[in-house]
Every structure is written in C-alpha cells, then in structure tokens.
C-alpha cells in the first residue's frame, strides 16, 4: 500500500512538502505525531493524527507516539487564545500511561515486527537539558525574523488574543524542532505529522535539521476535521467525545457517531476506519439509495466504536438504542447500567417520588397523576392504558390502577413509564 495514495483517497492530506512521496515510496520511513498529554484521555480531536499513524504502520513504515511532557508543561500558541496550565511530572506520567493504553487498540508496540511503533515522551530529553545548552543548540540555528513569520505567532501578535504571547510560547517552535532534531539523530526520524495548524512547527523542525546536520526531513499534515455546518468537531454541549469510558460512556461515544450528518458520515468513515476503498464506495452508494437507512452512520459508529472501545460494548450500545426508540424488552431495560440508562433517557422529563410511598404499594393511576404527574387526569390516564398506550418498564400496562411497588424499581431506584410511542418520563424513587 501507497501511504500516501492511500491518506489522500481518504481526504486527509492538507500539505506536504516536496519530496516526501518520493521518501516513503523509496524506504521504510520513521515518522511521528506529537500528542498533548494535558488529560489522561485522548479525544476524538486526537483520533485523526493517530489514524495517519495507523494508516502509516499499515503501509510498512514505522510510527512514533511522541507524548509531549515537557512542552505539554509550557502550551503550543497554535490555535489557542490563552496559556495552557502547566503539569507536575507526575501527572504527565499518569497520562502518558493511559494514552499509551489507549493508542495500543491502534498501533501495534508489542511485535517484534522491523516498524513496531514505539511511545517517546520529549521529556526525558529536555528535562536535562539547560537554558544555555538550548540556546546554543538551538536558538543560533532559527532567526526571530523566521520565527515571527508563523502563523500562529502573528496572530497572537496582532491581538487576536486577549493577553498576546508569552515569551515561554515564543519558544514553542523551538523546542518541538528540537524534538525532530532529536528524533531524527536518535530514531532516524524522517517524518513529522500532525493537523494543519501545525505546519508552522513542523516546518520549523525540518529547517532546525536542515541548518543543524543538513539530514532529510519532511512534513505532512492533515486537515483539521470540522462539520459540514462548519462546527467544531467531537465538541457536544456537555464538552469532548473522549475515547475513555469514564469521560465518555460507550453509548454516548456510539451515538455521537449514529447522529453525524450525511455529508460528515461520507468523510468521517474514510478517515476514522481501516474500511477498504471498495467497502467504502459500496456503502456510500448503498446509502444514497436508501438515506433514511443512515446504512454509512451505523457502519461507521460500530467501526469506531469497536475500534475503540470493544464489541461488546458495541453491542450494548445498539441494544441500548433500541430501548428509546420502542423496539426492546423489559429484559434489555433491566440489563443497563445507572449511567447507560441515565445517557438514554438523558433530556426526558423525570419526576421525583418518595420512596416511602413505593413502599406502602400505590395505585398507577395515584402515582402517574398525583405523584409524577405524567398525566393531566386521571380520565386521560384510564383512556391510554384501556387503548394498550401506556407502558411501564417496556411492558404493557394493562390496568390503570395497578399497584406499584419497590420492586418494579430498576437498579432500586427508577422506574421507566412510556405514554404513546414517543414520550418517555423518569420517576426517580428517593
């Protein structure tokens, strides 16, 4: 496979400086993508540099994680408005442990294949490394004149920012060129990738190399992913898509993918999927045929989220789904989690009840107008459960006044009452 051919295809090449095709055409290429370890989590922002470096191994060339430990301490001005906090060593060190967890669903570290991928953290070459040291190493080789022509740099100059640009950002570039100088003596690294934002930095490593040791190096970047409406990517209301459950459930990971666009489903499964050119034509024909399916949206919700994530968790998720839109058990509702059934019913009106109530046993009819009042009257409420409109808990309830106690509870605390196909309320017993 052409890694190139195959990241183009694929929507996914913004630059590339000249000669680098001819590079991977001709050997086995070291190349590497710089990750920020400010969260012990990688987001959905992170996946498509991590996908160059999928696609990479795949080809036959070798991939580098680098985790940024000692610049993730100062913050890249690329993109930002503000300073980010800096880390203590020892949180870097948690979250490099979890990003290194996180990326193994992806990248092959464990084999004894020549292109294995290997993590590198720039802390352990900068955390001995001496202000005089940098600035003859470094800082003579790369004028401010070239420096201030960046992108990044001008804006933050120029006043798009509220509180203009530290000198400890000024040097950003510098200290990720001289992670590609080290790269490239230590690793015969050839190759830094990243998002479009960042080819003012990489440049700056290619010309660091080129001034320092005259050794090749190249660049590529990919395009940063937005929305068809032009929004922000993996960004919800309630923050990041992270690729962690403890920050993102399965479920919520799962329908995020479910609910993209049809025109974001179209780019979204070439770059976050190993799905071939022709499965992918196939589905996109398969979808324009029949967009109501939303064939390309489920395909690529159970390819990322099996990715990462699990099968099972894949599973889960679809049978979750399935509970809100009518077409699962009692059995399918019982087996979900607090925080699964919590994610489903997430915005549907939810009422509190005593607990003592449940207790003593109280009529349907009591609880559902006078306790939750998911009913204007009782009359209402009689006529729906008489027409087979009412369920509690996905099952049918066949009298109004019925008696509900404390162990119709899911988990012990809730109960799910369905009025019509399509309302859903949440009593909470407390």
Not at 134 to 141: D, I, L, S, W
Not at 205 to 220: F, K, P, V
Not at 391 to 408: A, C, G, P
């Amino acid at each position: 496979m052409n890694f190139v051919e195959e990241l183009r295809w694929r929507g996914m090449v913004h630059d590339m400086m000249p000669g680098t095709e001819e590079l991977l055409a001709k050997e086995q290429v070291t190349a590497y993508v710089g990750i920020d370890p400010t969260a012990d989590s990688l987001h959905i922002g992170h996946l498509c540099g991590v996908m160059m470096l999928r696609h990479l191994q795949r080809c036959g060339h070798k991939p580098l994680a680098l985790i940024g430990g000692a610049t993730g301490m100062i913050g890249d001005p690329s993109g930002k408005s503000a300073e980010r906090n800096l880390l203590d060593e020892k949180t870097l060190r948690h979250n490099q442990d979890s990003i290194k967890k996180q990326l193994n669903k992806f990248l092959d570290f464990e084999s004894d294949a020549p292109n294995r991928a290997e993590l590198v953290n720039n802390y352990d070459w900068m955390k001995d490394f001496t202000f005089l040291d940098f600035a003859r190493e470094v800082g003579k080789h790369i004028t401010v004149n070239y420096m201030m022509s960046k992108e990044s740099v001008k804006k933050r100059l120029t006043g798009e920012a509220r509180d203009g640009l530290s000198f400890t950002e000024f040097t950003y570039q510098l200290l990720q060129a001289y992670d590609f100088l080290h790269l490239n003596k230590v690793k015969g690294c050839k190759l830094q990738m990243g998002g479009s934002d960042q080819w003012g930095n990489i440049t700056t490593g290619t010309e660091l190399i080129r001034r320092t040791n005259g050794g090749e190096a190249y660049a590529l970047t990919c395009p940063l992913i937005t929305k068809a409406d032009g929004g922000k990517f993996g960004k919800t209301e309630s923050g990041n898509i992270w690729l962690d459950a403890r920050y993102t459930s399965p479920y919520k990971f799962y329908q995020f993918w479910l609910n993209v666009s049809d025109a974001d489903a179209e780019r979204y499964i070439k770059i976050f999927t190993s799905l071939s050119k022709e499965v992918i034509d196939g589905l996109v024909a398969e979808h324009q045929q029949a967009p109501h399916l939303r064939v390309l949206q489920k395909r690529l919700a159970k390819e990322v989220t099996i990715m990462v994530h699990s099968e099972e968790d894949y599973n889960a998720a679809v049978e979750a789904s399935g509970i809100l839109f009518g077409n699962a058990t009692s059995d399918a509702l019982r087996k979900l989690d607090e925080e699964t059934l919590l994610a489903v019913f997430e915005g549907v009106p939810q009422f509190d009840v005593s607990r003592d109530t449940l207790l003593a046993g109280v009529k349907a009819v009591d609880l559902f107008v006078d306790h939750a009042p998911a009913f204007a009257s009782k009359g209402e409420m009689r006529k729906l459960v008489q027409s087979g409109g009412v369920s509690l808990n996905k099952e049918k309830l066949t009298d109004f006044d019925q008696l509900i106690t404390v162990e119709q509870l899911l988990g012990g605390k809730y109960l799910l009452l369905q009025k019509g196909k399509k309302n859903y309320y949440l009593i909470l017993a407390k």
